[in-house]
């Protein structure tokens, strides 16, 4: 497994209460594997544990094993063997920039030219995942100009071009319009072919679409983990308002869960019913 | 008022950062080692002069707001003392000439540029990026302190009125600006970690600055007159 958590706690420095309990699961390569939950849940908590921000960091102490490509990203000796495999992408963009380019161009190709690749395989990865993420009309614009959205899908451009084995994403879809966003979301099973993906969102209605595996967490605790469906339709998670739209509209229509999570599904019910 | 790098295509944008760096730093310098006042104004006429002729008359600005209360305090406190004006007027020159150095090095010289002449040269990256880092953090502060300003008068802040006003004014600008400075820090690490740097390797160049015979020569050409400077000044 890719990552792995098992019997993870983790308290903040000055907190008493630990923001993760006991927190077990995995995630393969090949997978897109979604974990969700209300604000507070602990869904960006564990992706900075996953990322060894936290403790390595931010401070605070870890409980239970971490493990990520069979190393612990929480040591400095573990994360500089994972330098350049793990990709962690935050819902602060800006906060991400190098700041050390003059174009988006070079802004895709920081990461690849900070481990050291050939020049021209460089500009061939940066423009390929430039084109990815639509974003190629702005190569040659100040990466300090572009707006929030733009400036998410060239972060994540530079992530893709450094070709990583786990990709962590933190609401990767936070700043962009609904067209942009659905474009992400479809890129995500290309990029899971050649590693994990861990995505926290509250975006379920499209994370739905494209998730391999599903965990719900509450007050840092694992809920519900299995198919995207089971785990999305759950009455539970719809009940707590993290569910996909269709099934919240089914449970306000005085349905019973477990509820369908895609329109295809719900029509199949209705017809049924 | 901006103050950081303006993009353009003048000359000093076009040299190598060296030679850039080489100027702006001879102006600051030659501004202290001529005799004032006449040497530090001429000196900082010549700031003047490469500013506007290197298309980035934008940065006089700034230094005008930043050295004006130096000017202001050198020549209340000289004037107190019934000391000779020209002494105030030759420090007052030498530290706008030095500002003006300084913002117009920021100004032609784009970090990343600078970031590619140095590992040219060998110098490891996390230093190469502290130096770049160092330049830039004023620039990035104002423009954090703007953004923190408007959102604080999206909230009735009012920058205007009594001194307590203004005072109060100021800790809702220094407090949220120094924590989310603080805040970032772990972020903007993480993200620089994740894309590689600290990893050992060798960064890879992919655009180094040309250095031609011609930025060479500027570049011994500033030295000598720096030490012409010297010599005529300690003889």
């Given at each position: 497994?890719?990552?792995?958590?098992?019997?993870?706690?983790?308290?903040y420095?000055?907190?008493r209460e630990?923001?993760?309990?006991?927190?077990?699961?995995?995630?393969?390569?090949?997978?897109?594997?979604?974990?969700?939950?209300?604000?507070?849940?602990?869904?960006?908590?564990?992706?900075?544990?996953?990322?060894?921000?936290?403790?390595?960091?931010?401070?605070?102490?870890?409980?239970?094993?971490?493990?990520?490509?069979?190393?612990?990203?929480?040591?400095?000796?573990?994360?500089?063997?994972?330098?350049?495999?793990?990709?962690?992408?935050?819902?602060?963009?800006?906060?991400?920039?190098?700041?050390?380019?003059?174009?988006?161009?070079?802004?895709?190709a920081?990461?690849?030219?900070?481990?050291?690749?050939?020049?021209?395989?460089?500009?061939?990865?940066?423009?390929?995942?430039?084109?990815?993420?639509?974003?190629?009309?702005?190569?040659?614009?100040?990466?300090?100009?572009?707006?929030?959205?733009?400036?998410?899908?060239?972060?994540?451009?530079?992530?893709?071009?450094?070709?990583p084995?786990?990709?962590?994403?933190?609401?990767?879809?936070?700043?962009?319009?609904?067209?942009?966003?659905?474009?992400?979301?479809?890129?995500?099973?290309?990029?899971?072919?050649?590693?994990?993906?861990?995505?926290?969102?509250?975006?379920?209605?499209?994370?739905?679409?494209?998730?391999?595996?599903?965990?719900?967490?509450?007050?840092?605790?694992?809920?519900?983990?299995?198919?995207?469906?089971?785990?999305?339709?759950?009455?539970?998670?719809v009940?707590?308002?993290?569910?996909?739209?269709?099934?919240?509209?089914?449970?306000d229509?005085g349905?019973?869960?477990?509820?369908?999570?895609?329109?295809?599904?719900?029509?199949?019910?209705?017809?049924?019913? | 008022?901006?103050?950081?790098?303006?993009?353009?295509?003048?000359?000093?944008?076009?040299?190598?950062?060296?030679?850039?760096?080489?100027?702006?730093?001879?102006?600051?310098?030659?501004?202290?080692?001529?005799?004032?006042?006449?040497?530090?104004?001429?000196?900082?006429?010549?700031?003047?002069?490469?500013?506007?002729?290197?298309?980035?008359w934008?940065?006089?600005?700034?230094?005008?707001?930043?050295?004006?209360?130096?000017?202001?305090?050198?020549?209340?406190?000289?004037?107190?003392?019934?000391?000779?004006?020209?002494?105030?007027?030759?420090?007052?020159a030498?530290?706008?000439?030095?500002?003006?150095?300084?913002?117009?090095?920021?100004?032609?010289?784009?970090?990343?540029?600078?970031?590619?002449?140095?590992?040219?040269?060998?110098?490891?990256?996390?230093?190469?990026?502290?130096?770049?880092?160092?330049?830039?953090?004023?620039?990035?502060?104002?423009?954090?302190?703007?953004?923190?300003?408007?959102?604080?008068?999206?909230?009735?802040?009012?920058?205007?009125?009594?001194?307590?006003?203004?005072?109060?004014?100021?800790?809702?600008?220094?407090?949220?600006?120094?924590?989310?400075?603080?805040?970032?820090?772990?972020?903007?690490?993480?993200?620089?970690?994740?894309?590689?740097?600290?990893?050992?390797?060798?960064?890879?160049?992919?655009?180094?600055?040309?250095?031609?015979?011609?930025?060479?020569?500027?570049?011994?050409?500033?030295?000598?007159?720096?030490?012409?400077?010297?010599?005529?000044?300690?003889?």
């Amino acid at each position: 497994m890719t990552i792995v958590f098992d019997r993870v706690s983790f308290t903040y420095p000055g907190s008493r209460e630990p923001s993760l309990h006991g927190l077990s699961f995995h995630a393969a390569r090949g997978q897109v594997t979604l974990l969700t939950g209300l604000l507070g849940a602990g869904c960006s908590t564990t992706v900075l544990v996953a990322a060894g921000v936290a403790p390595r960091l931010l401070g605070g102490s870890v409980e239970g094993d971490v493990t990520v490509l069979e190393r612990n990203p929480g040591t400095a000796e573990g994360w500089r063997d994972l330098a350049g495999r793990v990709a962690v992408l935050l819902p602060t963009p800006w906060t991400q920039l190098s700041g050390m380019t003059f174009t988006v161009a070079d802004e895709v190709a920081f990461g690849p030219a900070n481990l050291g690749w050939d020049r021209e395989e460089i500009l061939d990865v940066a423009a390929v995942a430039m084109d990815q993420l639509s974003v190629t009309h702005l190569a040659q614009r100040d990466p300090a100009t572009l707006s929030g959205g733009e400036l998410q899908r060239v972060i994540l451009a530079g992530l893709v071009a450094m070709r990583p084995d786990v990709y962590l994403l933190d609401e990767p879809t936070v700043e962009l319009d609904p067209e942009a966003a659905d474009a992400v979301y479809a890129l995500l099973p290309t990029l899971a072919k050649t590693a994990a993906v861990l995505l926290t969102t509250t975006d379920s209605d499209r994370a739905v679409e494209v998730a391999d595996s599903a965990l719900y967490l509450e007050s840092g605790q694992l809920v519900s983990a299995g198919s995207p469906c089971d785990v999305l339709g759950s009455e539970r998670v719809v009940a707590a308002g993290a569910g996909v739209s269709v099934a919240t509209l089914f449970r306000d229509a005085g349905a019973r869960g477990p509820y369908p999570v895609d329109v295809a599904a719900a029509a199949s019910r209705w017809m049924t019913a | 008022m901006t103050v950081g790098y303006l993009p353009g295509a003048g000359f000093l944008h076009r040299a190598h950062p060296f030679t850039a760096m080489a100027i702006g730093g001879g102006v600051a310098v030659l501004a202290f080692l001529l005799a004032p006042p006449a040497g530090p104004l001429a000196v900082l006429a010549l700031g003047v002069a490469l500013a506007m002729a290197a298309g980035v008359w934008r940065v006089l600005i700034p230094a005008a707001v930043i050295s004006g209360p130096f000017w202001v305090f050198l020549f209340a406190i000289h004037g107190l003392f019934r000391e000779a004006p020209l002494t105030a007027l030759g420090l007052s020159a030498r530290m706008t000439a030095s500002i003006v150095a300084f913002l117009l090095v920021i100004a032609v010289v784009h970090p990343g540029r600078l970031v590619e002449a140095l590992l040219a040269r060998g110098v490891p990256f996390a230093a190469a990026y502290l130096l770049a880092a160092a330049i830039q953090i004023v620039p990035r502060f104002q423009n954090r302190a703007r953004a923190i300003l408007d959102a604080q008068r999206c909230r009735g802040l009012r920058l205007r009125g009594s001194p307590l006003r203004r005072v109060r004014a100021v800790v809702a600008l220094a407090i949220p600006l120094v924590l989310s400075a603080l805040a970032e820090v772990d972020e903007h690490a993480l993200a620089l970690e994740t894309r590689g740097v600290g990893t050992g390797k060798r960064r890879t160049i992919l655009h180094p600055p040309v250095d031609t015979p011609l930025d060479r020569a500027i570049r011994w050409a500033v030295l000598g007159v720096l030490a012409v400077a010297v010599l005529v000044t300690y003889p």
